[in-house]
């Protein structure tokens, strides 16, 4: 009994929304028709006879409706067989009941609306009132009326079996519907990953079922209502009401799905052309860079062509926008005036962001795989995006570099110091005045030769670049082969260590002299010691 309560409350529930969407279909009040000053609706059991539009005889049309209802009822009030009958005289179309007139219409009663008059208007009231009668007639005989509660008991047994049917369907779908899953999830993988959580596929499933059986137990509720409502007399014109009502709105599903379909086509057309457009701009793009064209290189090619795509794909979204579903509604211009708003307040950065990319794209700063010095950064060029670029420093660690920042700084480009692959490396000491500088340049000449991964050619060149106030500031310079970005660091570590041993062997201490008071001896270089090893003597 504690499990079959909700259940009863629930059927109790789907009754009572049937109920009330019974009544709310039969109100005889037609919002699509138009208001008309001083009209009555002639309403005799529930079911619409006509409207009075217009005065006669000093009467409003809601007087006249009254007095027609009043006599009407009267009428069917008494035993024997009624007549409707209709008679045309000077003032109108009258309406008999038996011999008995109920009502007139006249021309004012007409819809100004529908090119009708009143001869029309009292067939379709007379009509409606024979139905009236019989349906009267109807309601009075014991046998009809034994036979619709028993039709109505047979289907209320039907529709009780059927909710039954449905929740024993619902549970062996959902067991089928889950074995299912498991078969499918298990092979839809990237790798060893799933693309489906099947904690999260489950609960998901289950309320698709859920919301699929309300929809079946709803739709089961109006046919069973509207079937027994059909049965009894007084409750046809409600049961007719609602199949209206579900007929329409089914019809109102099906035009509105048809109506789009042309519009829908266009747009998928448009599509269409847009995808063929984006094929043929890329195989141009290629046959292009292909050429040698200076501006599309192999580096820009692939940017290009995502530009020239997303500006295909922009002109079609604009030519096809009139003709997707909903687009001349307001909710729709609604949200996309809101999506612009967005846009137009979050996008700032991220064109200038964008900008930036395509500068450094197109004005060739670095490419993937060159060696650069960004600011304080310095590093191997891992990717360039539109909106960040990564690279990777000599250490191993990986930075990600907005464009806007790149472009604002000053950017050293160490693979393109020199012809050929590779990298510059350099390095700077300070020695005394009272070394030789050949001797000092021969030096670093060697530790460059000495240290793995230096490239013989170009050969390794020494500059002083600086004369300062205690001691020249030279500095080395050598083209590094292409190598993994981790071993710049390792090399420039192997390379200062080997020019310390090589300073250590010739006996030439690596220390910056400053003075605090100046010694007798003058700190010059005698011309004897001008070409001390590992100093060549043929350089003047």
């Known amino acids: 009994m504690m499990r079959t309560w909700p259940n009863c409350r629930f ?42 539009r217009t005065n006669l005889f000093g009467a409003t049309a809601s007087v006249r409706a009254e007095r027609a209802r009043a006599l009407i009822e009267q009428s069917l009030a008494q035993q024997g067989t009624l007549q409707v009958a209709v008679q045309t005289s000077s003032i109108g179309q009258l309406i008999l009941l038996g011999n008995r007139l109920v009502f007139v219409v006249t021309d004012g009663d007409a819809d100004p609306l529908v090119n009708e008059n ?58 089928r519907l889950v074995a299912l899953a498991e078969r499918k999830v298990s092979t839809l993988k990237v790798g060893n990953t799933e693309l489906i959580d099947r904690r999260q596929l489950y609960p998901f499933l289950g309320r698709l079922l859920t919301v699929f059986g309300w929809l079946i137990i709803a739709l089961l509720s109006d046919r069973w209502l509207s079937f027994v409502l059909l049965q009894f007399p007084y409750t046809r014109p409600w049961g007719e009401r609602l199949d209206q009502y579900l007929l329409s709105l089914g019809g109102g599903l099906f035009d ?49 062509r995502r530009l020239l795509g997303f500006a295909v794909w922009l002109f079609a979204l604009a030519m096809a926008y009139p003709y997707l579903p909903g687009a001349q509604t307001e909710a729709f211009k609604g949200l996309s005036v809101l999506l612009g708003l967005m846009v137009t307040l979050g996008a700032s950065s991220i064109v200038g962001q964008g900008a930036a990319g395509l500068i450094l794209t197109y004005t060739r700063t670095f490419r993937p795989g060159e060696y650069v010095r960004v600011g304080d950064f310095e590093g191997t060029v891992m990717e360039m995006g539109l909106f960040t670029t990564r690279i990777r420093t000599g250490m191993g660690e990986e930075l ?40 000092v340049e021969a030096m670093l ?11 013989d050619t170009p050969a390794p060149r020494v500059f002083q670049t600086a004369l300062s106030d205690f001691y020249p500031v030279y500095r080395l310079a050598a083209r590094a082969v292409p190598s993994t970005p981790a071993s710049r660091a390792e090399l420039l570590s192997t390379l200062h260590a ?26 010059i270089v005698p011309p004897a010691d001008w070409y001390a090893p590992p100093a060549d003597s043929k350089r003047s």
Not at 30 to 47: F, G, I, K
Not at 163 to 173: K, N, V
Not at 257 to 281: K, Q
């Open 11 to 52: 059927l109790l529930l789907i009754v009572c929304w049937a109920c009330l969407s019974a009544g709310a279909a039969a109100l005889p009040v037609d919002s699509s028709a138009p208001a008309v000053a001083d009209s009555a609706e002639l309403v005799v059991n529930y079911r619409p006879i006509m409207s009075f």
């Open 118 to 175: 009143a001869a029309m208007v009292a067939a379709r009231a007379a009509e409606r009132l024979r139905q009236v009668v019989a349906e009267t007639r109807e309601a009075s005989n014991l046998h009809a009326l034994l036979q619709a509660t028993g039709l109505s008991a047979v289907a209320t047994l039907v529709y009780l079996l059927s909710l039954w049917l449905l929740g024993r369907l619902r549970r062996w779908s959902a067991a």
């Open 256 to 304: 509105a799905v048809l109506s789009t379909l042309p519009g829908l086509g266009v747009a998928l057309m448009i599509f269409f052309l847009a995808r063929l457009a984006t094929g043929l701009v890329g195989h141009v793009c290629q046959r292009l860079a292909d050429g040698g064209v200076g501006w599309l290189g192999a580096d820009t090619l692939s940017t290009t």
């Open 400 to 439: 990600t570099l907005p464009n806007a920042l790149i472009t604002g700084s000053v950017t050293r480009n160490y693979s393109r110091a020199g012809t050929g692959q590779g990298y510059i490396v350099d390095t700077t000491v300070t020695i005394g005045y009272d070394t030789p500088w050949r001797q």
């Open 498 to 523: 080997n020019i310390q041993d090589v300073f250590n062997r010739h006996g030439v201490q690596i220390m910056s002299p400053h003075y605090m008071a100046d010694g007798a001896e003058p700190k």
């Open 445 to 455: 000449i060697e530790a460059a030769h000495m240290t793995p991964g230096i490239a």
